[in-house]
């Protein structure tokens, strides 16, 4: 079967520091990976997704970038963090030939920016 | 942009009651799903509706897909504390992404 995995679970760090989360998925290839934020408990806002090792395709211009060096690895950075950068971190894997686009996942990561 | 539109926003009900919750958008999705997210945690994929007129039961819960396959509705029977979360419909349209609604958040009181 299939899981992801998010660490850290839970980060508090100042402003202007730099930044690094970690999706890894197992019992999968090739999976579609996505990194959504989610604000106050509420709807989830897709940051970048990616079909492929290298191949980041990203849906808000803001202060962080993503990156895939392995196939089911998937990390999510910045080099100077923003208080408007707090919020709940999610990845999420999906299988491309599945025409239901259904994706699952992880659980998730609190940053609090101070 | 594609919106999902939810409703309502928060719902506080007592155990044993009937709900409905929908989801509403002015597009069309090849499909559509359900989620459930509790507190601190990721979301949990409920159910995924392909079909224009579908209708899913899942226990308690039952999903329809709209017939035009622009909204859908997650209805509960008999509400237990145990359903108490926040529910975010999902629609797809594309190769490989989702629109999110905002969820609408339930309360599910002994």
């Known amino acids: 079967s299939q899981t992801i995995h998010q660490w850290p679970a839970t980060l508090v760090q100042p402003v202007g520091s730099p930044l690094s989360l970690e999706c890894t998925v197992e019992g999968t290839s090739n999976p579609n990976l996505y990194w959504y934020r989610q604000a106050a408990g509420r709807g989830l806002q897709l940051l970048f997704y990616s079909v492929g090792i290298g191949q980041i395709s990203s849906e808000v211009p803001q202060n962080l970038s993503a990156s895939r060096p392995q196939d089911r690895q998937f990390i999510l950075s910045s080099k100077k963090l923003l208080l408007s950068d707090s919020g709940f971190y999610l990845c999420?894997?999906?299988?491309?030939?599945?025409?239901?686009?259904?994706?699952?996942f992880g659980p998730g990561t609190r940053l609090t920016v101070l | 942009t594609q919106l999902l539109e939810q409703s309502p926003q928060f719902l506080s009900i007592q155990e044993g009651e009937n709900l409905t919750v929908y989801c509403n958008s002015s597009s069309v999705f090849s499909s559509l799903q359900w989620y459930r997210q509790e507190p601190g945690e990721g979301p949990v994929l409920l159910v995924t509706v392909v079909t224009g007129g579908e209708v899913k039961k899942l226990k308690r819960l039952t999903f329809q897909f709209g017939d035009a396959r622009k909204d859908s509705s997650l209805h509960i029977t008999a509400a237990q504390p145990g359903d108490t979360g926040l529910y975010l419909c999902a629609g797809g349209k594309g190769y490989s992404t989702l629109t999110f609604g905002k969820g609408t958040m339930l309360l599910v009181s002994p």
């Open positions: 999420a894997w999906g299988l491309t030939p599945l025409m239901s686009n259904e994706q699952f």
